[in-house]
C-alpha cells in the first residue's frame, strides 16, 4: 500500500487533535482514530471516531499499515513524541485543510499541519511537524523550522525565519527578514521588529526579551 493510502491515527485526543480531524476528513483521508496517553480520554468525543487507547497500540500495526500526526500543540511534548513514534517506524501523515492556500512551490514537511485559513506564499519551507494555525499568514521565502507553531492570526513578512521549537504567540506580526531563534516563544500580540535569540521569552511592541527559557532540547 502506497504511503498516502495508508488510514490515519491521529495522536492527541484533544482540541487541537479534532481541528486535526477536521482537516484529514476534508482532505478524504480515512481516519481510524485517536491515541493518547493521558486515560481521561477515553470519555471525550470524537464524533463517532473511537478512542484507540495509548502509545502502544501503535505497536498493533506494522509499518505500512497505518500513518501518523501528532495532533498536540505544545511544541516540547510533539517533539518529544515525534522521537517515541518514529522508533514505531510508521510514516508520519500532512494535514493542509482545504480551505488554506498554499503556493505549488512552497514545501510542507512530513507530520506538518496547516489549518484552515493559513496562507502559505511562493519559497517558503515548512520543517516536519510543525503547526501553521487558523487564519496565519507566511509571506515569500521563509523557514519555518521542525516542531515550531504560528498560532491563530500569526503574519510574518518575506524571508523571516523562525527557529525549532520556537511558538509565535496569538495575533504577532514579524517584520520582513527577521530571524527568530529555536525554544523560544514570542506572546501573544507581539510586533517582532529585530532579530530573537534562542531559548527566550519576548513579548511587546515592539517585542523585547523578558526572560530566558529554562527548558533546552
Known amino acids: 500500500m502506497r504511503d498516502e493510502d495508508c488510514p490515519v491515527v491521529i495522536y492527541g485526543a484533544g482540541g487541537h487533535g479534532k481541528v486535526v ?7 478524504g483521508k480515512k481516519v481510524l482514530g485517536f491515541v493518547d496517553d493521558d ?29 501518523v500526526i501528532i495532533a498536540v ?15 514505531l517506524k510508521h510514516a508520519f501523515c500532512t ?14 514537511g512530513p507530520g506538518s499541519m496547516v489549518i484552515g485559513g493559513a496562507v502559505i506564499h511562493i519559497d517558503t519551507v515548512v520543517g516536519n511537524h510543525a503547526i501553521i494555525n487558523s487564519g496565519a499568514t507566511v509571506d515569500h521565502d521563509c ?5 515550531a507553531h504560528l498560532a491563530p492570526g500569526v503574519h510574518l513578512g518575506g524571508r523571516v525565519s523562525v527557529g525549532e521549537g520556537t511558538l509565535v504567540g496569538i495575533g504577532s506580526s514579524v517584520q520582513p527578514g527577521v530571524k527568530i531563534g529555536k525554544w523560544s516563544v514570542i506572546g501573544s500580540g507581539a ?11 519576548a513579548v511587546g ?3 523585547r526579551v523578558i526572560k530566558h527559557v529554562a527548558i533546552k532540547t
Open 143 to 147: 523557514i519555518i523550522s521542525d516542531c
Open 191 to 201: 510586533a517582532v521588529t529585530r532579530d530573537i535569540p534562542d531559548y527566550v521569552v
Open 95 to 108: 494535514a493542509v485543510h482545504p480551505n488554506s492556500i498554499v503556493s505549488q512551490f512552497a514545501h510542507i
Open 39 to 67: 486515560p481521561r480520554k477515553r470519555k471525550c468525543s470524537f464524533h463517532g471516531y473511537p478512542f484507540l487507547g495509548g502509545i502502544e497500540c501503535f505497536g498493533d500495526h506494522k509499518p505500512g499499515e497505518c500513518r
Open 205 to 207: 511592541v515592539p517585542a
Open 73 to 87: 500543540g505544545d511544541n516540547r511534548s510533539r517533539y518529544v513524541l515525534v522521537s517515541r513514534i518514529s522508533k
Open 21 to 27: 480531524l477536521d482537516s484529514l476528513l476534508l482532505e
